[in-house]
């Protein structure tokens, strides 16, 4: 079994920062990509950004330069540093990693259960 759990979500006025953490854990031979997702209520789950297994950096444009991923490949955590939050920014947020399982095996995503982020205006 392989778990991702989020945590540092919380209520924060704009302008403020927050540092999401996500850990996975179980049977894991290695990590591929990791990234952040976020889903407002009503709307689709959209990309926030996303980290190779060597670094290399993926963001959205309403992020960028405000927010930043960073992982511990030894640790298995992703983290997505938020500043300047904006209420707009408002989301359930959910990590992603593309996990192998075992050397014999494809790997595949899984997802975290979410931790939710509000920002007040």
């Known amino acids: 079994q392989v778990q991702l759990v989020e945590s540092g979500g919380g209520v924060v006025q704009a302008g403020g920062s927050l540092r999401l953490s996500c850990a996975a854990s179980?049977?894991?031979?290695?990590?591929?990509?990791m990234g952040w997702y976020r889903q407002a209520p009503g709307k689709q789950r959209d990309l926030v950004a996303t980290i190779s297994s060597d670094g290399r950096t993926n963001y959205a444009d309403s992020v960028k330069g405000r927010f930043t991923i960073s992982r511990d490949n030894a640790k298995n955590m992703v983290y997505l540093q938020m500043n300047s939050l904006k209420p707009e920014d408002t989301a359930g947020y959910y990590c992603?990693?593309?996990?192998?399982?075992?050397?014999?095996?494809?790997?595949?995503?899984?997802w975290g259960e979410g931790t939710l982020v509000t920002v007040s205006s």
């Open positions: 992603k990693a593309n996990i192998r399982r075992r050397t014999w095996t494809n790997a595949r995503d899984y």
């Open positions: 179980g049977s894991i031979f290695n990590i591929n990509d």
